[in-house]
């Protein structure tokens, strides 16, 4: 399996982002799949996980302005990031989560400015 997240890019507070994670392997379906995040300085925080029906959960913090989806044809994992704060501001990673196995991305740089 390879992860490869995009959509990272600098933003001014209050805009809007929308990050993807293409999933290359077999059986994307089955995976529970999640974004973190590592902010310069600080441990990688789990911000959003989608399970394999599609149920979600987010990090207190993100709650309410950020949206996570996914599209199994696709293979895909999405993040939309609104109402964004400086405190966003961080290294975004997907990981593909099987219980057993686990898989990391590399990550999308998104920087908010104040």
């Known amino acids: 399996v390879q992860l490869q997240a995009s959509g990272g890019g600098l933003v001014q507070a209050g805009e809007s982002l929308r990050l993807s994670c293409a999933f290359r392997g077999s059986y994307f379906r089955v995976y529970v799949m999640h974004w973190y995040r590592q902010a310069p300085g600080s441990q990688r925080e789990l911000v959003a996980t989608?399970?394999?029906?599609?149920?979600?959960d987010y990090a207190a913090s993100v709650k309410g302005r950020f949206s996570m989806s996914r599209d199994n044809t696709e293979k895909e994992a999405y993040l939309q990031m609104n109402s964004l704060v400086p405190e966003d501001t961080a290294v975004y990673y997907c990981?593909?989560?099987?219980?057993?196995?686990?898989?990391w991305g590399r990550g999308t740089l998104v920087t908010v400015s104040s």
């Open positions: 989608i399970d394999q029906g599609g149920a979600t």
């Open positions: 990981n593909a989560d099987l219980g057993t196995k686990n898989y």
